[in-house]
């Protein structure tokens, strides 16, 4: 990496020179973020990772479609992820992959450390207390045609195993209930017409000035020349029906959660 470049990055956040004095040299791979209770390093650390890590991981922290780089927002969500083992990674990188290691001081690594802490994506803590097994069978009926769970099911919605790890419990009933109020990315939906006079709806898989590749209702993945549509939106409703409490009951819902959460215990 290009040191000049990255000490110029760096200067230009003065407030930061300060934490960086005051640490650089001192603290070697401590277990604890010596950071953690400055909020100036979460900031300094997402102007590194802008700079430094988001060609291959996304602004956000959240990944790109092009590149086969994790969601560093879900990092936490895993047993056995602990700050010292994220500072780590990111000082030895991951070896047999693209992930490269970084010898920043250890100040912008703990750095690095708290901005991911300040992007994470909390989970559903509780014990949800339904019926597993009828859980299972509801999820097969209303479900399973759109959701894959440990590689079986559809793929029109987003894979759901491991999904009360990575959403909170309240969050989970809006998403069933209210599928539209937040869409998941990589679902956006999309609506238009073909050349062929043939009306398409789907969600939106990747797309650049040129074209439009999209899962389709049927769940086949097509390419489309956008010249060619027309009729086109985006801002569509979710193609996740609404499952209101007369179709799905609280105790339902709450059945089929409990059986999304027992199957990451497998
Ligand atoms: C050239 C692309 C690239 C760059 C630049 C890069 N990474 Fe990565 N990173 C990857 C890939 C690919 C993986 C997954 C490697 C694997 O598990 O096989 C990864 C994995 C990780 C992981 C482990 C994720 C997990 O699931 O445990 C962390 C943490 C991480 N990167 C942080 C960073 C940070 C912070 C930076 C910037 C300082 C950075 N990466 C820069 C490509 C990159
Ligand atoms: C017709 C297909 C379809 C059916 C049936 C369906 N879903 Fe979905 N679901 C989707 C799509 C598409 C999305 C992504 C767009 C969005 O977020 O609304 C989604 C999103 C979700 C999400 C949000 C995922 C995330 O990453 O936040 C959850 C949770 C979910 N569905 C649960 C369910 C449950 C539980 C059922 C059964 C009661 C169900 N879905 C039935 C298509 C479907």
Same mark, same amino acid.
């Given at each position: 990496m290009? $040191? *000049?470049?990255?000490?110029? =990055?760096?200067? *230009? =956040?003065?407030?930061? !020179?300060?934490?960086?004095?005051?640490?650089?040299?001192?603290?070697? !791979?401590?277990?604890v973020n010596p950071l953690q209770s400055d909020p100036r390093a979460a900031l300094a650390g997402g102007t590194i990772f802008?700079?430094? @890590?988001?060609? @291959?991981?996304?602004?956000?922290?959240?990944?790109?479609?092009?590149?086969?780089?994790?969601?560093?927002?879900? #990092?936490?969500? $895993?047993?056995g992820s602990t700050e010292e083992s994220v500072f780590r990674t990111i000082r030895e990188g991951i070896a047999g992959s693209i992930m490269p290691p970084h010898g920043f001081p250890d100040a912008e690594v703990w750095m690095l450390v708290s901005y991911l802490r300040s992007v994470a994506v909390e989970g559903t803590t509780d014990r949800i207390a339904g019926n597993t097994e009828r859980g299972a069978?509801?999820?097969? /009926?209303? @479900?399973s045609r759109c959701h894959r769970v440990d590689g079986t099911g559809g793929s029109l919605g987003p894979d759901l195993s491991n999904i009360t790890r990575r959403r909170p419990l309240d969050a989970l009933f809006v998403s069933v209930r209210n599928p539209s109020a937040s869409i998941a990315r990589r679902y956006?939906?999309? !609506?238009?017409?073909?050349?062929? &006079?043939? $009306?398409?709806?789907?969600? #939106?898989?990747?797309? /650049?000035?040129?074209?439009?590749?999209?899962m389709d209702s049927n769940q086949i993945l097509r390419g489309f020349t956008?010249?060619?549509?027309?009729?086109?939106? $985006? /801002?569509?409703?979710?193609?996740?029906?609404?499952f209101e409490v &007369?179709? +799905?009951?609280?105790?339902?819902?709450? /059945? =089929? +959660?409990?059986?999304?959460?027992s199957n990451h215990d497998r």
């Amino acid at each position: 990496m290009n $040191r *000049s470049r990255h000490f110029a =990055i760096y200067q *230009s =956040i003065p407030v930061l !020179a300060l934490v960086w004095l005051a640490s650089a040299g001192s603290a070697y !791979a401590q277990a604890v973020n010596p950071l953690q209770s400055d909020p100036r390093a979460a900031l300094a650390g997402g102007t590194i990772f802008r700079a430094q @890590c988001a060609t @291959c991981h996304g602004a956000d922290a959240k990944g790109l479609e092009t590149i086969d780089a994790p969601d560093l927002t879900l #990092i936490w969500t $895993r047993s056995g992820s602990t700050e010292e083992s994220v500072f780590r990674t990111i000082r030895e990188g991951i070896a047999g992959s693209i992930m490269p290691p970084h010898g920043f001081p250890d100040a912008e690594v703990w750095m690095l450390v708290s901005y991911l802490r300040s992007v994470a994506v909390e989970g559903t803590t509780d014990r949800i207390a339904g019926n597993t097994e009828r859980g299972a069978g509801l999820f097969n /009926d209303n @479900c399973s045609r759109c959701h894959r769970v440990d590689g079986t099911g559809g793929s029109l919605g987003p894979d759901l195993s491991n999904i009360t790890r990575r959403r909170p419990l309240d969050a989970l009933f809006v998403s069933v209930r209210n599928p539209s109020a937040s869409i998941a990315r990589r679902y956006k939906p999309v !609506a238009f017409l073909t050349a062929e &006079n043939e $009306r398409v709806q789907g969600t #939106i898989k990747s797309e /650049d000035a040129f074209s439009l590749q999209v899962m389709d209702s049927n769940q086949i993945l097509r390419g489309f020349t956008k010249t060619e549509l027309t009729d086109l939106t $985006r /801002d569509g409703q979710s193609l996740m029906p609404a499952f209101e409490v &007369n179709m +799905l009951s609280e105790s339902e819902l709450n /059945d =089929i +959660l409990t059986y999304l959460q027992s199957n990451h215990d497998r």
